[in-house]
């Protein structure tokens, strides 16, 4: 399941989560990656957010690669 695949992080701020959240799944979905793809990249994104301080931290390559 999800468990053995997304390890526990500490949430440093929640603003901004749910503006990355639908930004990066409409920006895969733009892209033609499957619904599911664009799901997966979104949640990858707004969970990095939450470990950061501010509405936008710079993003590492795997998030946006």
Do not use: W
């Amino acid at each position: 399941g999800l468990g053995d695949v997304y390890k526990r992080q500490e949430v440093a701020d929640t603003v901004g989560a749910g503006d990355s959240f639908t930004a990066a799944f409409i920006a895969n979905i733009l892209k033609g990656k499957s619904v599911i793809e664009a799901h997966k990249k979104a949640v990858d994104t707004s969970a990095y957010v939450c470990t950061q301080q501010g509405a936008m931290p710079v993003l590492p390559s795997y998030i946006t690669e």
